[in-house]
């Protein structure tokens, strides 16, 4: 973005580190806990791996739209590029504190270390840099008052990196079904299957209740 000429970047005085240390904690525990370990494991018992993904990003995303500066194309970021990329890594290690590690270190990262907006708030300010959109640039490329997760370029890191982790689930067989009650299940290791598993509609089971 800064290479583009969309945003502009400087140096300044770090002021506080600790108010965006536990918003980051924060957020990210929240956050995962509702939307990953609660709503997504729920849509892909009832529905399915495939539509779990798609309707927990909707609704993701969609809650977005209350922050400030929030748009309906900062919605639909937010959905495939964190909705997605969250619930992937989720999958991909059957661990929640991978997915809480990630949300953390994105909002920490973009908030503080750089300065920018997080999901058109600045509770993550006090860092080395300040970030800001040039005047008159389109809003799809500077992400305007919402910050990077509103424009192409993190819509473009945050897919991509979401589609490697989803990529890399599969090659470990977590995306394959349970066959007549044994074979892989989503993070156990293949034959771990036991009798009386619950699966989700598609025969693939989420990963077990912990962090």
Not at 66 to 91: D, K, Q, R, T
Request: hydrophobic share 55%.
């Amino acid at each position: 973005m800064w290479a583009g000429g969309w945003v502009s970047i400087a140096g300044q005085p770090v002021t506080a580190i600790w108010k965006a240390v536990a918003e980051s904690i924060q957020s990210g525990i929240l956050e995962e806990l509702l939307f990953r370990l609660v709503v997504f494991r729920l849509l892909w018992r009832a529905f399915g791996i495939w539509a779990a993904l798609g309707l927990s990003a909707l609704l993701f995303g969609a809650l977005h739209l209350m922050n400030p500066n929030a748009s309906l194309f900062a919605a639909v970021c937010i959905a495939i590029e964190a909705g997605l990329m969250l619930a992937a890594f989720y999958i991909l290690t059957g661990r929640l504190w991978v997915s809480i590690g990630v949300h953390a270190g994105w909002n920490f990262t973009q908030g503080w270390v750089f300065g920018a907006a997080v999901s058109g708030t600045s509770n993550f300010a006090g860092g080395p840099l300040s970030f800001h959109p040039v005047p008159g640039v389109a809003p799809i490329l500077s992400g305007a008052g919402f910050g990077p997760e509103a424009s192409l370029a993190g819509l473009a890191v945050g897919t991509a990196v979401g589609a490697a982790a989803l990529h890399r689930a599969w090659k470990r067989g977590r995306l394959t079904a349970i066959d007549a009650g044994t074979g892989p299940i989503v993070g156990r290791p293949a034959g771990a299957a036991a009798e009386g598993d619950v699966v989700g509609a598609d025969g693939l089971e989420p990963p077990t209740l912990s962090v």
